[in-house]
């Protein structure tokens, strides 16, 4: 996935704000379940919000990082143990990021 710009990451930030947690990752870390959950997740709704649960003990941008390489998306932003990640739909795009 392409680098997102600031103003970009501000207008999904701002429409994350509103958004639940979908996927959890817990002690098990990222495990093949979890990408294709978010997988699932980024395809119908293309920003999706995964919480790290209190049992999740590695690092969250190491964790963000590979789930957003495992499923092509880009991560938007770290808060606490909340990582957004977003991934265009290429056919049918709910989401128009300024420019």
């Known amino acids: ?7 970009q990451k501000r207008y999904l930030r701002s429409l994350g704000n509103g958004l639940k947690a979908t996927l959890f990752i817990g002690q098990n870390g990222v495990s093949k379940t979890v990408v294709e959950a978010a997988v699932e997740g980024l ?12 049992g999740f003990l590695d690092d969250r941008k190491k964790a963000g990082a590979e789930l957003a390489e495992e499923t092509g998306a880009a991560v938007v ?3 606490g143990k909340t990582i957004l990640l977003y991934k265009k739909d290429a056919e049918n ?7």
């Open 1 to 7: 996935m392409s680098d997102l710009t600031g103003k």
């Open 43 to 54: 395809t119908a709704a293309e920003l999706i919000k995964v919480r790290l649960q209190d």
């Open 77 to 79: 932003q770290y808060l």
């Open 93 to 99: 795009p709910s989401i128009t990021l300024p420019v």
